[in-house]
């Protein structure tokens, strides 16, 4: 409702989007309460009001929590310079106070891997039964959060990878096994962390009937058609995009509760070749670091 000069009503009136500035948020307005100062304003008693001007200052609303959907997000380390570096920037109301109990190296997995792996978590809801796919380094960390939850964990890793196999056992998977094989009983939810689209209809048909998958990837290679038998049942497929502020104020806060403990293997930045080489092939358990500082 605008206000357009004394002696005129509000006139509703279709305006656009209001873009935040620095350090600003945009509110979904859910109640303004009407103020004396409001009335002073449209009738003139107050002097040199903007003009035309949306009134009200009393506002109740809520922070959008689609943040992570932005359309226009600019990415750290893929639009904008990011931290194999010496030195960067970064927006600091998107910056994270990060737990003291941690080092350096041990907490830097918990920033994507952890992060992105909790808000997959978050999407199983109470499932109790929860099978990971692919093992490295954001299943490595959820896992033990899920164990922490007194949740099941069945671990699927690429086939013949026995030494992964045992990495997931050891931090408290019940049962971990190749990907192509069928657990021993049906998982209430799953999380596919490996960006292979094939996985998709093989983790539902894991999945109990009221069941959710969750695509963890930024990235997954074209998943195959299948029956539709598979989502029947109200099975639930979807995906994960990113993270939002909270959940990285929310998962900083649990980390060191559960506690996490992130396996890692260091490399210096000139090695940052070498570290992707081995992540390309699988070669790692846990996470890859870079050692700058």
Known sequence: MVFTGVGSPLRETELPEPEPGTGQVRLNVEACAVCRT??????????????PLVVGHQIVGWVSGWENLCDRARFTGYQVDGGFAEETVAD????????????????????????IGYRSLKMTGDAERLGLYGFGAS??????????????????????????????????????????????????????FAPVGELVPVALAAVAKGGVVVC?????????SFSYDLLWGERVLRSVANLTRQDGEEFM????????????REFRLEAANEALQHLRAGELNGAAVLRIG
Do not use: N
């Open 139 to 192: 299943a490595h960390i959820i896992v033990q959060v899920a164990r922490w939850q007194a949740r099941r964990v069945f671990a699927f890793t690429r086939a013949g990878d026995k030494a992964g196999q045992q990495f997931a056992l050891s931090l408290g998977a019940e049962w971990a096994g190749s990907s192509t094989e069928s657990p021993p009983e049906e998982l209430d939810a799953a999380i596919i």
């Open 253 to 264: 806060e649990l980390a060191p509760r559960v506690p996490v403990r992130t396996r890692i």
């Open 216 to 224: 963890a990837g930024i990235h997954m290679s074209e998943i195959p």
């Open 38 to 51: 409001d009335l002073h304003i449209v009738d003139g008693e107050l002097p040199d009001p903007k003009l």
């Open 92 to 115: 600091e109301r998107y910056c994270l106070r990060l737990p003291e109990s941690y080092s350096d190296l041990e907490v830097a997995p918990l920033l994507c891997a952890g992060l």
